[in-house]
């Protein structure tokens, strides 16, 4: 494999994690308010809950980027190989849903978790290198 198909396999697998790390506590904050919604029948809970959803951009924005690292995702399994894709870019999205998390204001993590944080990252970097 040449190095410029690593460096384009890399960034593909960083913008994915990014993308998909990065909403998550911003779909969390924009779906916030949906609980409240009540209708009758079922039909038009989840008629009441989509509009709320669809229409409130705090949503929709974090939902596209994120659907947007899917794509990404998708274009770059065209060629990598998906037994090093898959646990990098869900190890880095961890990691950036618990950094996008804190700058939202969500309580940091424990030492324990950071310490986790560390393994599941050097764990994949030893995968990766063998």
């Known amino acids: 494999m040449d190095p410029l198909e690593i460096v384009q396999q890399g960034f593909g697998f960083v913008l994915t994690a990014l993308c998909w790390g990065f909403t998550n506590p911003l779909i969390k904050r924009g779906s916030a ?7 009758d029948g079922w039909a038009r809970q989840v008629i009441a809950e989509s509009w709320f959803l669809l229409t409130n951009w705090r949503y929709v924005v974090p939902l596209a980027i994120n659907l947007s690292g899917s794509a990404a995702y998708y274009y770059t399994l ?3 190989d998906i037994t090093t894709a ?3 870019t869900n190890s880095l999205a961890l990691v950036f849903t618990i950094l996008a ?6 309580k940091p993590p424990t030492p324990k978790e ?4 560390l393994c599941i990252v050097l764990g994949v970097a030893l995968c990766v290198a063998s």
């Open 33 to 39: 308010g949906v609980e409240s919604i009540k209708r």
């Open 78 to 80: 065209s060629s990598a």
């Open 101 to 106: 998390g804190m700058l939202v204001g969500e």
């Open 86 to 88: 898959v646990p990098i």
């Open 114 to 117: 950071m310490l986790g944080m």
